[in-house]
């Protein structure tokens, strides 16, 4: 079992950027494909980004491609979401989720197993 924890998140403005990071313990984070979702209370929990075993191949959504960057230090058992020129429509809660996977390059489909509680990210002036 892995636990997940958020931080990072807070009230930036328009055109703004922002690193969330995902702490991992209780497992090596290296077993793990990870993903970060996003959601808001009108809103369908969104898949956002993800990132393979070792940082090989990544995926990031349609709606924050060329703003939005997912990496990983699995020596710091971290994952980041590096987001910028951040809009209004960014704001959610984001949350880190965990996929068990033997393929170490493969990225989707993403089913998570563990997920954090999540951390909020407002984009407002």
């Known amino acids: 079992q892995v636990q997940l924890v958020e931080s990072g998140g807070g009230l930036v403005q328009p055109g703004g950027s922002l690193r969330l990071s995902c702490a991992a313990s209780?497992?090596?984070?290296?077993?793990?494909?990870m993903g970060w979702f996003r959601q808001t209370p009108e809103k369908e929990r969104e898949f956002v980004a993800a990132?393979?075993?070792?940082?090989?191949?990544?995926y990031v959504g349609d709606s924050v491609k060329g703003r939005f960057i997912i990496s990983r230090d699995n020596a710091k058992s971290e994952v980041y979401l590096q987001m910028y020129s951040l809009k209004p429509e960014d704001t959610a809660v984001y949350y880190c989720a965990a996929d068990r996977r033997i393929d170490v390059t493969s990225v989707l489909p993403f089913e998570a197993d563990y997920w954090g509680k999540g951390t909020l990210v407002t984009v407002s002036s």
């Open positions: 990132i393979s075993r070792y940082g090989s191949n990544t």
């Open positions: 209780g497992r090596t984070l290296s077993r793990y494909v």
